[in-house]
T-cell receptor, first 112, second 113 residues
């Protein structure tokens, strides 16, 4: 089983719908992240969390919200999905400062 | 604005040759640097990390860091077709409340059999 698990793996949704992407990890890491990846734009940070009580905006947080339900769970919500949120979304974890990030398998989201 | 720059490629290298991938970063506060490999549609996987100036070797891979020039590179020796992928360079700033990796857009590497 993967250490960082994302659900769903693929999702097609309509414009205006609310959608939640979920991430769970078994690595015991405190830090969790949500990134999106678009062709030609690379990976961009949406939100990150140091622990359950510490949530921070990343580079491109507009249109997104997050919830850290437990140390192991970090979900990303699109309150009203729009087509330019079509992308590949990755959850990641890291142990502490200056260490590498471990990525989930990704969620391919299409907003039509 | 923190930026990490990479040539998008594609970089085409014959099998068995050395592939050289380069990356520059804008923020002198960056403390640690990472190279990830990503196959199409898959998640990034860590190849190497480097914190100190100089070279760091791991098998066929060598990472090089020059903080004065704000330059990071990855060398792949004896390139194999399985090395064909997109290579992402990432930088992280230590402390100061900021976190998360800043990624370059990636270099697409093609190893020609």
């Amino acid at each position: 089983d993967a250490d960082v698990t994302q659900t769903p793996r693929n999702r097609i949704t309509k414009t205006g719908k609310r959608i939640m992407l979920e991430c769970s990890q078994t690595k015991g890491h405190d830090r969790m992240y949500w990134y999106r990846q678009d062709p030609g734009l690379g990976l961009r940070l949406i939100y990150y969390s140091f622990d359950v009580k510490d949530i921070n905006k990343g580079e491109i947080s507009d249109g997104y919200s997050v919830s850290r339900q437990a140390q192991a769970k970090f979900s990303l919500s699109l309150e009203s999905a729009i087509p330019n949120q079509t992308a590949l979304y990755f959850c990641a974890t890291s142990e502490r400062d200056n260490t590498e990030a471990f990525f989930g398998q990704g969620t391919r989201l299409t907003v039509v | 604005q923190k930026e990490v720059e990479q040539n998008s490629g594609p970089l085409s290298v014959p099998e068995g040759a050395i592939a050289s991938l380069n990356c520059t970063y804008s923020d002198r506060g960056s403390q640690s640097f990472f190279w990830y490999r990503q196959y199409s549609g898959k998640s990034p996987e860590l190849i190497m990390f480097i914190y100190s100036n100089g070279d760091k070797e791991d098998g066929r891979f060598t990472a090089q860091l020059n903080k004065a020039s704000q330059y990071v590179s990855l060398l792949i020796r004896d390139s194999q077709p399985s090395d064909s992928a997109t290579y992402l360079c990432a930088a992280r700033i230590s402390g100061g409340g900021a976190d998360g990796l800043t990624f370059g857009k990636g270099t697409h590497l093609i190893i020609q059999p």
